[in-house]
């Protein structure tokens, strides 16, 4: 007799595994691109690379998705930590793949709602 067993993560889990998200995409260029999830500490230490040009809220916009690439073709890319780092990885990537990886982060990761994982943690 085979019973039908129905797995239901608890919240805990739930949240811990959105945070340890990541995703293997190919760019325009046909390029290999693994994107994970940042810490909270890499998005703090981009804040601090970028000095007062973090207060720009385009830029940041623009630039904050960067820190997802962990790979690309197989090579791992590590969080910028300078200003000179950030503009070295939009070089590496160019307009196609900066554009790719902005629009990929939003469709796979969208926006953190660091206020409804606290509630979903409580429950």
């Known amino acids: 007799m085979t019973d039908n067993v129905k797995v239901t993560l608890n919240p805990t889990t739930e949240v811990i595994a959105k945070a340890n998200a990541e995703a293997v995409v190919t760019d ?63 070089q590496r990537l160019d307009t196609e793949g900066v554009n790719f990886v902005a629009q990929t982060v939003q469709e796979k990761f969208g926006q953190s709602d660091p206020e409804k994982d606290k509630a979903t943690l409580k429950n």
């Open 28 to 90: 325009p260029a046909g390029r290999s691109i693994k994107l994970k999830k940042p810490g909270v500490l890499a998005q703090f230490r981009l804040v601090e690379a970028l000095g007062d040009t973090a207060q720009n809220a385009v830029y940041m916009g623009m630039v904050m998705p960067l820190i997802f690439v962990a790979e690309i073709d197989g090579d791992p890319v590590l969080p910028p930590n300078t200003k000179r780092e950030v503009e070295a990885l939009i």
